[in-house]
């Protein structure tokens, strides 16, 4: 269906890490490591040109923190 179709594309792309289908507001999470703020627009701009994806928002993670 329309959500695997997004999932396959969304595995294509180098720089995400890690895909996870949710319940809420967003039907998708995504975390993705990108070195500068050019990068993260390249992602961005991928990630917005895949068929059935009708908006994104963006977090960026000041700090991690180990359990």
Same mark, same amino acid.
């Given at each position: *269906? =329309?959500?695997? /179709?997004?999932? $396959?594309?969304?595995?294509? #792309?180098? /720089? #995400? =890490? +890690?895909? +996870?289908?949710? !319940?809420? $507001?967003?039907? #998708?999470?995504?975390?993705? *490591?990108? $070195?500068?703020?050019? *990068?993260?627009?390249?992602? !961005?701009?991928?990630?917005?040109?895949? *068929? /059935?994806? =009708?908006?994104? !928002?963006?977090?960026?993670? =000041?700090? $991690?923190? +180990?359990?």
């Amino acid at each position: *269906g =329309e959500l695997e /179709n997004v999932l $396959e594309q969304l595995r294509k #792309i180098p /720089n #995400i =890490e +890690s895909i +996870s289908v949710v !319940t809420g $507001e967003w039907d #998708i999470i995504t975390k993705a *490591g990108v $070195e500068t703020l050019e *990068g993260l627009m390249k992602l !961005t701009d991928k990630i917005q040109l895949i *068929g /059935n994806i =009708e908006k994104t !928002t963006t977090q960026v993670v =000041e700090k $991690e923190i +180990s359990l």
